[in-house]
């Protein structure tokens, strides 16, 4: 046997044979014999936080093509990234994309730094992004541990204790299967593993090429790993939308850089509260006083810790008025201004009950 070969765990050997196989053609994937693209691995690891493959994919191939490379995204208009950054969720993470290039190029020289630990100093890497980072763009052996790659480890280790306390024992577990050879490509493989045979549901044991390695396929019920705390109820907030419309215009409002969705445009909003709101029309809400209309039809949402009920108001103003606050916008073109989810899905009912009202 290769001496290289020979220095790399059995389950891992026997992952990478798999991948070489099956590995996923992905656009921030450098194939077989090409060096990794260190600014489109850290992107693309940025932008699956909690996205799928398939939404991430063609808004990945956008990103690119507008921001190649640290020094362009470095220089990008804020209001230009949380807009093509619209729908991903999790906002924070493009604040910290601008802030993080920013950095490479002020400090770095335009490099992105290759350890774990200088990775961890830049804004936005916690421990996952920098260990995958660290394996997929440099080759660096680093355990690189994300959801699907903790499902695998705690099947392949039978690991009982529930999360997130098992994640300590999980974290142990992949050290001793991570090999320092082909780092990059055993986190990718995992990963792939993961998406594709482990999954969360109806595992596809049979088709897993570790499977004679896994303690959890031995005891008869790899499907009941890792064992996940109950779901807690998330609360439940209510709000007001404005609709408020000037000649061909509807009103946006930039909000607050800090909180949810920090940095977005949107459409204006009462605060969100545990109850029903009140008269939309009341002046501390509402963007401009004129005589509001409600909707029968509401928007709900859910985010990570709460989902949120608005009541629809509309109204429209005179040319000679002005809102409290904001920035007029062509509806016909609001898909340009990059509204998160649940604006952008008031904004739909909006319209659609325009076209069925008479």
Same mark, same amino acid.
């Given at each position: ?57 063609? &808004?990945?191939?956008?990103?690119? %093509? ?5 020094? =362009? $995204?470095?220089?990008? +208009?804020? *209001?230009?990234? @949380? ?83 098992? &994640?300590?024992?999980?974290?142990? %577990? ?5 090999? =320092? $050879?082909?780092?990059? +490509?055993? *986190?990718?493989? @995992? ?106 039809a509401t928007v709900s949402h859910s985010f990570t810790h709460f989902t949120l009920d608005l009541t629809l108001a509309v109204a429209r103003i005179e040319a ?38 008479p």
């Amino acid at each position: 046997m290769n001496a290289k070969r020979s220095s790399i765990p059995p389950v891992a050997a026997a992952l990478l044979d798999w991948y070489d196989a099956h590995r996923r053609d992905l656009p921030w994937r450098a194939r077989a014999g090409e060096t990794p693209n260190p600014y489109r691995v850290w992107l693309s690891e940025v932008m699956l936080q909690q996205t799928t493959v398939a939404t991430v994919t063609p &808004r990945f191939t956008d990103w690119v %093509a507008r921001w190649p490379d640290f020094e =362009s $995204l470095a220089r990008a +208009d804020d *209001a230009d990234i @949380m807009a093509a950054w619209a729908g991903l969720g999790y906002y924070a993470r493009a604040r910290n994309l601008v802030a993080a290039a920013k950095a490479v190029v002020a400090d770095h020289g335009g490099q992105f730094p290759r350890t774990e630990a200088e990775l961890r100093t830049l804004p936005g890497l916690g421990a996952y992004t920098a260990a995958a980072v660290a394996a997929i763009a440099f080759g660096e052996r680093a355990v690189v541990i994300d959801a699907n790659v903790e499902r695998v480890v705690a099947r392949l280790f039978a690991i009982r204790e529930p999360l997130p306390q098992a &994640r300590v024992a999980i974290r142990a %577990a992949a050290d001793t299967i991570t090999p =320092s $050879l082909r780092a990059g +490509d055993f *986190a990718q493989a @995992m990963m792939d593993l993961g998406s594709a045979i482990c999954t969360s549901r109806s595992p596809r044991c049979l088709l897993c090429p570790i499977r004679d390695h896994c303690a959890g396929l031995a005891a008869g019920d790899p499907a009941t790993m890792p064992v996940k705390p109950p779901k807690k109820i998330r609360p439940h907030r209510h709000g007001t939308l404005f609709w408020l419309e000037r000649g061909d215009d509807v009103l946006l409002v930039t909000r607050p850089p800090e909180g949810l969705l920090g940095g977005m445009r949107a459409l204006p909003t009462g605060p969100w509260a545990d109850t029903p709101p009140g008269l939309v029309d009341a002046p501390v809400s509402a963007p401009a006083v004129t005589s509001w209309r409600t909707l029968d039809a509401t928007v709900s949402h859910s985010f990570t810790h709460f989902t949120l009920d608005l009541t629809l108001a509309v109204a429209r103003i005179e040319a000679h008025q002005t809102p409290n606050s904001g920035d007029w916008w062509p509806v016909d073109a609001l898909a340009a201004a990059g509204l998160p989810t649940v604006f952008a899905k008031a904004a739909a009912a909006i319209l659609d009950d325009r076209r069925e009202t008479p």
